[in-house]
């Protein structure tokens, strides 16, 4: 099973691409630093929901959503 | 807003009781120790996504599952 860390990172990076803004933008909108979210987005962090949180206020999208990866079956 | 740790417990806690299973058993399914699992349910733990993937596998679910919560509007 691929690294829970990672995939959020991947999450993350594709819908802050979907809104064509940069990470400095995300960084900005989430009060986090433009190296964090790079961090975040490699996935050698281990977030927290604090964090969490933060993307998902930054990225203007329920929680859940940033937890919805393309290799979940079940539906 | 509501603290996302303590949104995050109660779902936990709402998906053991659906399940009828105690702390105890969650715990172990989670290899985590039962206060542990406790905290997380009252919401005093700042969680961090491994923590969240054992809850995950503990209680079957996909990960997004432990993100939808009653509040969500936006379906």
Known sequence: MENINIK??????????IQNISQEELAF????????????????RNVTLKVVEKFAQGLKVPVHILFRWHDDIDE
């Open 29 to 44: 909108r989430c009060q986090l630093s433009k190296n964090y979210v790079s961090d975040v987005e490699r996935g050698t």
């Open 8 to 17: 959020f990172g991947r999450r993350v990076k594709e819908l802050r691409l």
